[in-house]
Nanobody
Framework: QVQLVESGGGLVQAGGSLALSCAASGRTFRSYAMGWFRQAPGMEREFVAVVTKSGMVTRYADSVKGRFTISRDSTENTVLLQMNSLKPEDTAVYYC??????????????????WGQGTQVTVSS
């Protein structure tokens, strides 16, 4: 069992930066690939980024590539999402998720086993 808690969301102007953090409880954190997804009002949940168990392999949605960076700190049981050059279209609730297939960089939300409660990110124009 893994419990996930996101933090770091807020209101920022376009062009600004935010860093989201996902704190994981449970000693099996290192056994999971960790992903970030987001959901805007009236839209389906969409993939943002994922990092494998080792931390060595990452994958990004085209819409955030070059602006967002995902990383993990296994000593602290956290996953970070550094978001730079934010745009109004990045506005959404951001969710952290854990995938027990630890080597896989899946973009499909159905493949993730555990989810956090989400944190709101709002980018003003």
């Amino acid at each position: 069992q893994v419990q996930l808690v996101e933090s770091g969301g807020g209101l920022v102007q376009a062009g600004g930066s935010l860093a989201l953090s996902c704190a994981a409880s449970g000693r099996t954190f290192r056994s999971y690939a960790m992903g970030w997804f987001r959901q805007a009002p009236g839209m389906e949940r969409e993939f943002v980024a994922v990092v494998t168990k080792s931390g060595m392999v990452t994958r990004y949605a085209d819409s955030v590539k070059g602006r967002f960076t995902i990383s993990r700190d296994s000593t602290e049981n956290t996953v970070l999402l550094q978001m730079n050059s934010l745009k109004p279209e990045d506005t959404a609730v951001y969710y952290c998720a854990a995938n027990s297939v630890s080597w896989k960089t899946s973009s499909s939300s159905s493949e993730y086993d555990y989810w956090g409660q989400g944190t709101q990110v709002t980018v003003s124009s």
